[in-house]
């Protein structure tokens, strides 16, 4: 874990506290089992409460401008406990993205909403199978002095309790070009617009929605018309990090839980713990943990010092922890074997929200191709 | 060409003709949906009429002998009348633990009366057989169960708790294991026949992490089981038991991935991600993966194919082999669909997922369970080593 | 193992005593300190008068016909002791060149030679980095009624023991185009020819041989001017078979060897063999070795079948043999520990040879490549 | 900016001053050919001055205390000197167990008689030290040594067989673990210092499969060692070994590939396997592998920074982690180096080779020691889900 400052710690401390006691995992089954919704908006005030949706907004717009340093520790927390809420999409991606993209009238409208969770926003940018923007097809036409959206986006995430989306749409140019792309904010209570609820594996708040001839005005773009796609790949990037903080966390408690169970169940008349080839498994699991903690915390830090380095950082954390989560998640089923299978364990969350994060923006294999075209090979 | 090689030919000739005149064209290359939802058979006329062919025939059990409705076919002819099948699309209509575990023990241990008694009405495919071997907290250490039979004269009372008993919820009798005695732990083991519908029989179905329910638990309370259910002699269950999960290992690694023919990963993945302008798969990753992995499965089923054909006689030591290797092809495929299908591979529920969509991630999940059931990867490997190796115990 | 006829058997038990008897790996390591040379001319007489020089050719001209299902299970026994010889390359890849591709009288002329060991003939295709038959750039330019040769040839199995090899040539196009090549057979001793040993890891006979101006018949050519590719590349796939069957001797033996050591040495009062980390370490391995085994036998049967899954097969076995021989030598040496590192144990012969058989003919990445070609991903 | 980082910075602008001044041009990037032949010098002047100018400001070993001629930096300022180092292809001219392992491990232990003798030689690269640990027959189990070392008097009297000792060839000091004690086996163990002129120190290298001759025998045949040469008391020489190996392990996972920059692999496949029309390697199953791999090795760099930045205080206990993943990235990269040269990548000898080509092969050969010596990857893995997570012992 890499050395933290005081304020780091109790910050860290506080997530795991609150995290334990209010959201731990549990917390999350009844709200799945209850079918009541995706998230638990009594949690999302108190974590608004707490300011940690304020962590990357500067202290003019009211937040605490601790960076995705301190926001990575709270996701990571927060990834242990698989708690279900909006704080990574609005808290982390929406408000990068003002923060880096929004000019200074929309920072100044959306910024102070969001770093105190009165308004959840979040980003609209896949449409196909597959995690990639340049294959945007949504157009958003110029009408009057505003434009008309029309087209559908998918994974949106928790694109159900949202008030607000970030849309990436087409102003020019054809599917697969990365010219031609605008990003627009949004109100997802605009007319023409039609939500509805994805049922994914991991039981999140993942939406489908359509656009249907909505109407936004010329103060909607946030940067250049046409121009989006170079400043949101960063903004992406951060959110990328920001995903592999949370499947550490993940992985961390996977690996955590794994290695209690092996100490207290027995077989054979010895306790599991003491098999060596479940020994060196786990091992084998702890070593490449430390690989994947190092390449997160080392891209959490790039991105805070906004240099050259961020771009490969942020490639190397996403494939090595969505590569890492797939594997840890796999052994925590089969080193608890039959219990692990049942639905009635929490092994099973693990791996359904796992195989969901992996692929979000962008998978393993995706970011290998761009690490290597990033190196000229 | 020899006289075997004549007589095979000619049998070749035979199912041929015959198959082509009985198997249904309507259930061609649908398998899988056989497959899927056994034990229980799937409904429909040319399902029955199938089934009744093929068991009135003695193929629904090819190998078993004729006396007990069984087929009588050497390894050999049923390896032809596998391959004619394959060429149709076609399949045996019965599957499950009876025809590939329980039956084969039986016919091995069991009396005459309890053969002519059980092995009929599983060829006819009438009778479904759950397994009581596993008990919560046993684990792969199997023979640690607690559930007792205590004689009471020409019955045994049964009372304890079994676990991870597959189809239990439509099975009309169970194979257990029992302990007779509590002073020995392998020694004091006993295989009984238990009739379902017994009084203070309960199952209470398992929900699994893909949503299934192929599993329950099962527990027996003073259930009272007549004498004349014990296969084998007292205390000899372990060995039965043991004889049992060899059969079971030979068919879950032996098994195709499943019995009709699996779409390739590569196909999917053309469909799902798209080629480049040289007609390659656009995920260069995945294509190399793609190539590694449909390399071992061709390899698996070649070994599958070369253990057959070595194991004429008796059961072959290369089950624990077979297992670990299916496990491993199963698990990876799985994996891989559902990362080829990107966003539309991790749907639950719901209209925005096609049906093989949401059935690929379930079967994901639910592959897992391969390298757990019938002793779990370690537990193979353990075999492999002590007694293919010979590497002796690791304490 | 597949299942035998009595009469492979024997030949199988033979080539094991023999080889055992008079050339296990003790001999090659004679052989190699010696610097004598890179074969043992006195175990090549014997390898001929036993008839296994002569197992592909057919019975009309000297040989036994038991096909690549013979000559496998030779050159299965010959890898576990990493016995020197040109019978590969020879007696396998020669014959099958000349009983595929020759015409009457060629094969009249060279198979009885092949086959009685009195002519070593061998095949000179590479010429870069790897193997890669289309990138010929040697060329043989028409002259009078026959051709000249110019170019350079490298990895030339047995180069410098050879009497006569088959070269591909380039009549026309440009390297990288498969049309335009054309098979040869050209005496070592003709003008024009310098050969020179190469120093490899393996220490056995390999020669970069030089053409200039090198002058043959009209009879020389094998098949049709220009039209090798095809035909060379189904010869190929039995010389790739024959080098998978090796492996597969090499893997075996590498593998009962390090078995044997575990299950002596001790360490911490413990046999290794008792380890089980080690022992599943050996599961695993012997695991993958039954597939690979499985793959071989199903090639050659394929080759001899000689229809259309041949070439599925041979990739198949190419690929799996040389990805398993890379894994099991190094595990050779890492489970003998300090030992296996010194020159003066064998687990380094096992290694270097495997390297180089891995890349001989196409390494495994260069088949997987096929393997996707061919079902057209 | 807070007090500590503005004396950090000065520190970086006078190291970077002095380097600049000092560091001879000639030798930038040249490090690896330093290490190589370690722990013999390489000849001429500019190495010479280097390790001279090195040597006398204390930078050979920078965080030794002053006193006895180190350079007394703290960590932080360490890591900005090899910061300002890496930035102009230089390196600290000064490697070997002396340096990495003995060293400290005096410097813990040792009385200040032995400090003051054996420190400054070892901080002026003059005296070169082999270590006396592995014996035949030992293996991992290392505490089962026998070399015996007998009191007679004012000397002990040493008899046995040393083995793995590197660099002993050209040794001046072997530090070397004997028994003292037949009685106890960890606890029977001494730690002694013998100067290798003795009468009775015989050396015989060992040829390794690299061709490399970095290992040798040594055999002790009745060597008499003054009492004054044992480091810490009779029988503790297990407690200091256990420490030194720490460092060892520390050295060996720590370590960067090499001191300079390796040439990047997909460079290495550009040149030797080409590229396809867009500028992909043309192999494309290797170029995946390469992505993996050297994510990897980006990772382990990483993760030393990491360790040495958390380690502020004592030894860290992730040093099996970094070396069995350093294992894993070297040996890993030594396999691709040489699939991506092909026919040039494994060559032995002889001009058809370049010398590069032909150091590929045997470092790659070489490399397979990674995960052998300093305790197999096996023992870091035990004392790793032993030690760090307290899995209890497995027998």
Known sequence: ?377 | MNVQDSQLSAFRAEAREWLDKNFPKSLAHRGDEYFDIAPRYPEGEDWAAWRKAMCSKGWGTPTWPTEYGGGGLTRQQTLILRDELEKIGGFIPLTGIAVSMFGPTLLEYGTAEQKQRHIPPICRGETIWCQGYSEPGAGSDLASLKTRAEDIGDNFLVNGQKIWTSGSMHAHWCFCLVRTDTSHKHEGISFLLIDMKSPGVEVRPITLISGKQSFAEVFFTDVKVPKENLVGGLREGWTIAKRLMQFEREGIGARRMTVGELRPLDEVAREYIGTDAEGRIADLDLRARIVRHQMWERAHRLTVARVADEAKTGPSEATSVLKNAASHALQTRGEMLTEIMGFQGIGWDGDDYTQTEKDSMKQMLQNKAHSIYGGTYEVQANIISKRILGMLDHQ
């Open chain 1, 1 to 377: 874990m890499a050395v933290l400052t005081e304020e780091q710690t109790m910050l860290r401390d506080g997530a795991q506290d609150w995290v334990t006691d209010r959201a731990p995992v549990s917390a999350f089954r009844k709200l799945r089992d209850s079918g009541a919704g995706t998230m638990d908006p009594a949690l999302w005030k108190e974590i608004a409460e707490m300011g940690w949706a304020g962590i990357v907004v500067p202290e003019e717009h009211g937040g605490s401008d601790f960076g995705l340093t301190g926001m990575g520790l709270v996701l990571e927390e927060m990834g242990k406990q698989l708690v279900a809420s909006p704080l990574f999409i609005s808290g982390l991606v929406a408000a990068t993205a003002f923060r880096q993209m929004g000019s200074a009238a929309q920072q100044g409208e959306w910024l102070p909403r969001i770093a105190d969770g009165s308004a959840i926003v979040t980003l609209a940018v896949d449409e196909g199978n597959r995690h990639d923007t340049a294959r945007t097809a949504l157009t958003a036409e110029a009408s009057g002095s505003g434009y008309v959206l029309n087209g559908t986006k998918t994974m949106v995430i928790d694109g159900m309790d949202a008030d607000a989306m970030l849309v990436l749409a087409r102003t020019s140019g054809a599917p697969g070009h990365s010219a031609g792309l605008t990003l627009l904010i949004v109100p997802t209570d605009a007319a023409g617009i039609e939500r509805h609820g994805l049922a994914t594996v991991d039981r999140r708040g993942h939406a489908k929605v359509t656009f249907s001839g909505v109407q936004v005005g010329p103060d909607a773009v946030l940067g250049e018309v046409g121009g989006a796609h170079a400043p949101l790949e960063k903004v992406l990037d951060v959110a990328r990090v920001g995903l592999a903080a949370e499947m550490l966390g993940m992985c961390q408690q996977a690996f955590d839980t794994t290695l209690a169970y092996l100490k207290t169940r027995v077989q054979f008349n010895t306790i599991l713990a003491q098999f060596q080839a479940l020994q060196h498994r786990m091992a084998d699991l702890f070593m490449e943990m430390q690989l994947v903690r190092s390449a997160v915390e080392h891209a959490v830090r790039e991105i805070d010092a906004g240099g050259d380095g961020a771009e490969e950082a942020a490639i190397l954390a996403k494939a090595m922890a969505s590569d890492f989560a797939n594997k840890m998640t796999r052994q925590m089923i089969q080193l608890h074997g039959g219990i692990g299978m049942t639905d009635q364990y929490d092994a099973g969350f693990y791996i359904k929200r796992s195989r969901l994060l992996e692929m979000t923006f962008g998978n393993a294999a995706q970011h290998c191709e761009r690490w290597a075209r990033m190196r000229g090979y």
